[in-house]
Nanobody
């Protein structure tokens, strides 16, 4: 059974940094693209970043370009999201997901999800 477990969330001041991790098990991790999404209170879940299975292609939502970096370590079955220059509007629960097929920016393209990790950015 596939399991995705996020970690690294917390409370940080605006301008600070956090590094999220997502550890995968029960699946050949290197065979799949991985994505990060987030959901703020009262808002729909939205795409943040995605990385293809051998890190050949990386995609970001416009609102995180230049601030967030997605990476993966296939030997550790882990995908990361380095978040710098955090803003209060980045406050959300961040989810990692395992891609099945289709657009990397679309939730329906992912078939396994973690339970999320809370990121709170104070002003």
């Amino acid at each position: 059974q596939v399991q995705l477990v996020e970690s690294g969330g917390g409370v940080v001041q605006a301008g600070g940094s956090l590094r999220l991790s997502c550890a995968a098990s029960g699946h050949t991790f290197s065979n799949s693209a991985m994505g990060w999404f987030r959901q703020a209170p009262g808002k729909e879940r939205e795409f943040v970043a995605a990385i293809t299975r051998i890190s050949g292609l990386i995609y970001y939502a416009d609102f995180v370009k230049g601030r967030f970096t997605i990476s993966r370590d296939n030997a550790k079955n882990t995908v990361y999201l380095q978040m710098n220059s955090l803003k209060p509007e980045d406050t959300a629960v961040y989810y990692c997901a395992l891609h099945r097929s289709g657009s990397l920016a679309t939730m329906n393209s992912y078939n396994y999800w973690g339970k999320g990790t809370q990121v709170t950015v104070s002003s």
